[in-house]
């Protein structure tokens, strides 16, 4: 059980910097995160690499502009976590989203998303 423990703590703490990253727009923070070769899936696309993930992520920040996160729901068990929110952006567009990610050794190294882009 310590073990699991340990792992939970250290996706908690993951998941809770990405998280801080992602609401300030801090896109090299976010995606000091991931592994070098980290998978993203969302339906329809993969992206492979801190490369691809940062032209992803860079995407969503310029499209969502101003995006405000109202509520979430994080779950974690060893190093397997779910994440589900709303924010809304500044055009004041309702934004939802559910992300599962995997953590190994301080980074993401697989996550799936569902939501708006």
Do not use: C
Request: proline share 2%; aromatic share 8%.
């Amino acid at each position: 059980m310590a073990v699991e423990d340990s792992l939970t703590a250290q996706t908690t703490a993951v998941m809770t910097r990405n998280e801080a990253a992602f609401g300030r727009g801090d896109l090299d923070g976010v995606i000091a995160n991931y592994a070098e070769d980290a998978v993203l899936v969302r339906p329809g696309k993969v992206y492979r690499g801190r490369t691809e993930i940062r032209a992803m992520f860079a995407e969503v920040f310029d499209h969502f502009d101003g995006l405000t996160p109202q509520s979430n729901t994080m779950t974690v068990a060893g190093r397997l976590a779910l994440l589900t929110w709303t924010a809304t952006s500044a055009s004041g567009r309702l934004v939802q989203g559910v992300d599962s990610f995997v953590i190994e050794q301080d980074q993401i190294v697989a996550q799936s998303y569902v939501g708006a882009l």
